[in-house]
């Protein structure tokens, strides 16, 4: 039986996985739950799935959560050190990584140092310490699974061939809500407008993040270390019926795809199942129906913070803990009205070119970089 912690169990990878445990129930057993700090929706997934424990990583709603509603054998704990203390624990075979933004780093990396599988959803950890991360799973002997649509499909990719053979990689993009339309007809568009995804259901978050592209400057990023790739061997496409979910090509011009309807349980029953497959819970691509698939390059343009992630994943370093500290301040502020679409993009840029940048920085830099990031840009001003 695999004995998993999912870390952010609350969110929209969290609640897909929990459909997977639900299918599965006779190879997966969920040993360990957090959230961030909703709490009574983490009570109702204790009194389903019984686990050993649930965490609130917000110390805070250790004043208002209501322990009696929680099943008596299921422990309550609280605070970001109980996470990444359950994360170690040698109870635990497999850790889905699905704590949205930096928060979830220090978990991640304590289940790598300790050997873990790792099936990671939470991108920021190889966005701002990848070299750190896949280095330490070298030394461990962790398996880092990824979990994201794109980098699932990577990964199966790969199996099809060597390493060594691999010229590029290509990441596809639904291209966001606002694809197609112009910059001067973006500007003005609003939180509310950018959290209408057309194809994906996701949290906040990460649907402006898609909205802008800066999600895929984030798997940019993860996939230059989580693949061992160089930045010029990583493309992006916008390909909106989000059915074909990346590309490797081999150096003899086979292009190898991964395809199937866009649902995440797929990709998060594969990190936990691999390298067997099990019976589908997702829905099974129809080949008797009338389809197309369209591809077209992303538009750097209009939307700029693309072309970000490039040019952190050439640049390496402390760069990516700064964009990624950046944007998740800018999102958050835009999200309240303070900020304009584009200032997402423009303040990232400032402050990224604004950093003292290190070449190799320890983990500790990177923690510091990435609180100073913050600051810069909650004082920021358009």
């Known amino acids: 039986m695999n004995q998993i912690a999912l870390l952010g169990a609350t969110g929209s990878i969290g609640t897909s996985c929990l459909d997977v445990v639900r299918a599965h129930a006779d190879q997966i057993q969920?040993?360990?739950?957090?959230?961030?700090?909703?709490?009574?929706?983490?009570?109702?997934?204790?009194?389903?799935?019984?686990?050993?424990?649930?965490?609130?990583?917000?110390e805070t709603v250790q004043n208002e959560a209501i322990l009696s509603d929680f099943p008596s054998k299921t422990e309550v704990r609280f605070g970001s050190e109980a996470i990444t203390e359950i994360a170690a624990c040698d109870d635990i075979n497999t850790v889905v990584a699905a704590i949205v933004g930096a928060a979830g780093l220090a978990s991640s990396y304590a289940a790598v140092k300790a050997g873990k599988r790792v099936a990671i959803a939470n991108k920021e950890t190889l966005v701002v310490a990848g070299p750190i991360i896949m280095e330490l799973a070298r030394e461990s002997g962790s398996e880092l699974i990824p979990v994201d649509s794109e980098h699932s499909a990577i990964f199966q990719a790969l199996l099809a061939g060597n390493h060594r053979d691999v010229a590029k990689i290509v990441l596809t993009s639904s291209g966001g809500p606002f694809r197609g339309l112009s910059r001067e007809e973006i500007a003005s568009k609003t939180p509310e407008q950018a959290l209408k995804h057309p194809t994906w259901d996701m949290g906040p978050k990460i649907t402006i993040d898609s909205a802008?592209?800066?999600?895929?400057?984030?798997e940019v990023i993860e996939a230059r270390w989580l693949f061992n790739l160089q930045a010029d061997q990583i493309e992006?496409?916008?390909?909106?019926?989000?059915?074909?979910?990346?590309?490797?090509?081999?150096?003899d011009g086979s292009v190898i795809a991964q395809l199937s309807p866009p649902d995440m349980r797929l990709p998060i029953q594969y990190a936990l199942s691999y390298p067997q497959r099990w019976d589908a819970v997702a829905p099974r691509f129809d080949f008797k129906t009338a389809q197309h698939l369209d591809f077209s390059p992303p538009d750097l343009a209009t939307f700029p913070a693309l072309k970000l992630g490039f040019d952190v994943?050439?640049?390496?370093?402390?760069?990516?803990?700064?964009?990624n500290a950046a944007n998740e301040i800018a999102v958050s502020r835009y999200l309240q009205n303070e900020l304009s679409f584009y200032d997402i993009e423009r303040v990232c840029r400032e402050v990224l070119s604004a950093h003292e940048f290190i070449a190799s920085p320890t983990l500790d830099e990177l923690v510091a970089l990435d609180d100073w990031a913050r600051k810069e840009t909650t004082l920021w001003q358009p």
Request: net charge positive; hydrophobic share 45%.
């Open 236 to 251: 992006v496409v916008v390909h909106p019926q989000s059915i074909v979910h990346s590309f490797v090509e081999y150096r």
């Open 30 to 58: 969920i040993r360990a739950v957090s959230a961030h700090r909703n709490w009574r929706e983490l009570a109702k997934i204790c009194h389903e799935f019984q686990p050993a424990v649930a965490i609130m990583a917000d």
């Open 212 to 218: 802008t592209l800066m999600n895929k400057a984030l």
């Open 313 to 323: 994943a050439k640049q390496g370093g402390t760069s990516g803990s700064v964009l």
